[in-house]
């Protein structure tokens, strides 16, 4: 069973910037797409970056286009989200989900029910 590792999560200001990182163990990454959710205090999760199996198959929602970026590296079994320019409202829990649907990350809406393993998360505060 694959078991998802969040870490990077902290306090920051408005405008700084924070780098997450999921690590896998029990399974490898390669054969998964991957995504991170955020749920921002008293509201559902949201997606908020999707990367396919495929790389170069990417999906971020307007409200972080430009200053999230995902990436992966199999060969260490992590995904990374680099967040800069951070606002107050990215405050919340981010987590880092796995799916082996073939279609994740084609396409712009991708929902944490699409995917088939969740992390625990990990807090992001950022103070104005």
């Known amino acids: 069973q694959l078991n998802l590792v969040e870490t990077g999560g902290g306090l920051v200001k408005s405008g700084e910037s924070l780098r997450l990182t999921c690590v896998a163990s029990g399974g490898r990454l390669d054969g998964y797409a991957l995504a991170w959710f955020h749920r921002a205090p008293g509201k559902d ?3 908020v970056a999707c990367i396919g199996r495929d790389p170069s198959r990417l999906q971020y929602p307007d409200a972080v286009k430009g200053r999230f970026s995902v990436s992966r590296d199999d060969a260490q079994n ?3 989200l680099q967040m800069d320019n951070l606002k107050p409202e990215d405050t919340g829990t981010y987590y880092c989900v796995a799916g082996y649907k073939d279609w ?3 396409y712009s809406d991708f929902w944490w029910t699409d ?3 969740w992390g625990q998360g990990t807090q992001v505060t950022v103070s104005s």
């Open 104 to 106: 994740l990350c084609h």
């Open 45 to 47: 999760r949201e997606g």
């Open 115 to 117: 995917f088939n393993a």
């Open 78 to 80: 992590t995904m990374y």
